[in-house]
């Protein structure tokens, strides 16, 4: 089947620090979204990117299709940041989302 | 907040039991996702329904069955409940297509 693979499982970082989310899938991409799941459990979309670079505040992300990855950037960190960010990607005909099993990021005063 | 709402946020139950939950989807949106998060399997998708049809399958059990009503909103039923049924589960709609999909806040099941 599909595969999405995430690294790094785990990151800490000092606040104020930047870091980089990598999401690996093993065939075409017609769908990809970065989600952000607060220690509350909320599932947050983050961004929905296909291809290209976009950019939110903070956060920006790039999805190279034909490469199959897709980069989550997350500069000054806050605690605020911490939780797990998952990417979940869709093919063609297929809408429905198959998810990596997170980057648990940990964000410390 | 993301529009979609859950209800109930939180159900205890017994095993053998059966339980209904219940999605609110956005406003426009046509396509609702059920998707189950346990600590083992990870967010796995469960069934898609788009404008009151079903148009996709994941891994859903038999014992469990959903269907999306005339005014959109969506139930997931559980029946004869087993303790590897713990685990939440997220209702997402989106406008359909390859579009954001948007989570609602989920409903934590547990089963004693």
């Known amino acids: 089947g599909i595969q999405v693979e995430q690294s790094p499982p785990d990151l800490i970082l000092q606040e104020g620090a930047n870091s980089t989310l990598r999401c690996n899938f093993s065939d075409s991409v017609n769908n990809l979204q970065w989600f952000h799941q607060n220690p509350w459990g909320q599932l947050i979309n983050l961004f929905y990117?296909?291809?290209g670079t976009k950019q939110n505040g903070r956060l920006s992300a790039t999805t190279v299709a034909t490469e199959r990855y897709s980069l989550l950037y997350i500069s000054s960190s806050q605690t605020t940041d911490s939780g797990v960010y998952f990417c979940g990607r869709g093919g063609a005909g297929s809408y429905q989302l198959t998810f990596g099993k997170g980057t648990k990021l940990s964000v410390i005063p | 907040d993301s529009g979609v709402t859950q209800t109930p946020k939180h159900l205890i139950t017994a095993t053998g039991q059966r339980v209904t939950l219940r999605c609110s989807p956005r406003s426009g949106d046509l396509s609702v996702y059920w998707y189950q998060q346990s600590l083992d399997q990870g967010l796995q998708f469960l069934i898609q329904?788009?404008?009151?049809?079903?148009?996709a399958k994941g891994n859903i059990l038999e014992r469990f069955s959903a269907q999306q009503f005339p005014d959109l909103h969506s139930e997931l039923n559980l029946s004869s409940l087993e303790l590897g049924d713990s685990a939440l589960y997220f209702c997402a709609s989106s406008k359909g297509g390859h579009q954001p999909q948007h989570f609602g806040d989920g409903t934590r099941l547990s089963i004693l």
């Open positions: 990117i296909p291809s």
């Open positions: 329904y788009y404008n009151g049809e079903e148009r």
